[in-house]
Structures are given as C-alpha cells and as structure tokens.
C-alpha cells in the first residue's frame, strides 16, 4: 500500500506482511522529517514492513513482534514492549524510547548526540554500531542490514536517507543500536 499524503494514528497497526509506504504530497516533498503519521502506527505487528518518509507520533512500534520499520523521527515511548523485529529512525526521537523492550533492535541516527539520555536504560543499553560492526559477524551482518534498509527508504523517496549513503562510512559512527539489557 502506497499513501502520498498524511496518515492518522494506527498506520501498520496489526501489520503481518506486505509494505505500506507514506510519503509527502509532492509540495511537502523537500521538507524532510515533516510529521507524515500520527500516534501508535505499527502497534502489535508482526512482519511486514512499513516505511515514513516523515515523522511519527507518540508510541510508535509498541509491541512490535516482527515488523520492520524505517521512518524520520519519532515522539515519545517509541518501541515500548517491542519482542522482535527491527526499526530504523533517521532523526530526532522522543524520551522513553525502548521502555519495556525485550527483544529486537532499534537503529537511531544519533547526529545530535541526545538519543543517548531520551531511551529507557532501565530496559534498553545503546551502543555505536560501529563498535556492533567490529564486534564479531553477526554484528558486521547486522549493520549491512541497516545500510540496506536505509537504502530501500532513499529509493521510497527520502530526502534524509540519501545523504547518510553517500557517506556511509562517517556516518555509521552516529547510528546506534539500543537493544534490550540482558537479564
């Protein structure tokens, strides 16, 4: 599913395959990170993959059980009670990212250096992704994941994704991934 357009609250909400792409009317289309959905969008999926080529509400990706997700920004409590699957945001995010997650991973493009003090540490750790790419080949996997995803959302028509490819190397070193602190 394809939306030009704003979306509401719930986008992806129950997602369990396919792609759902929403992208700005074309006069909004050199704006990045402009808000393109609402509160709760990808709430309780559990595959498929969403992508916003904008920002995103409150709550986004709480209970996700699989989906993938690749979007501009985020509000407060994104990924809250997430079990698996994986989310990339290209920008600013809200406090309390990750409350509660126990499983998947959570990419942040930390160019302002604040992602660090707005996730939940009780229930998440942050680590650079290029310590996570030098650590062993799961975590070089992991990282050609995530150029890979980032990649499919410059071709979606992300204004933001673009430049972070043409200099991939830099700009790993601001990406981090938050996953869940081990018991």
């Known amino acids: 599913v394809e939306l030009t357009g704003v979306a509401n609250d719930y986008v992806g909400k129950g997602l369990s395959g396919g792609t759902v792409i929403v992208r700005p009317p074309s006069d909004e289309a050199d704006v990045p990170g402009n808000a393109i959905a609402g509160n709760t969008c990808l709430y309780g999926a559990t595959g498929g993959r969403l992508h916003l080529v904008g920002r995103a509400g409150m709550r986004f990706g709480v209970r996700n059980s699989g989906a993938t997700a ?30 509660g997650m126990t499983g998947g991973r959570l990419w942040l493009y930390d160019e302002d250096g604040l992602a660090r ?63 869940p602190v081990e018991p």
């Open 70 to 99: 690749v979007l501009e920004g985020m509000g407060a409590h994104g990924a809250e009670y997430m079990t698996a699957g994986t989310i990339v945001v290209l920008g600013r995010i809200g406090r309390n990212a990750g409350a």
């Open 117 to 179: 003090t707005r996730i939940n540490r009780g229930s998440v750790e942050a680590r650079s992704a290029s310590e996570l790419q030098d650590a062993h080949d799961e975590g070089a996997a992991a990282v050609l994941e995530l150029r890979e995803l980032v990649a499919d959302h410059a071709e979606v028509g992300s204004l933001l994704a673009q430049p972070l490819l043409l200099d991939w190397a830099r700009v790993l070193g601001s990406f981090l991934v938050v996953e």
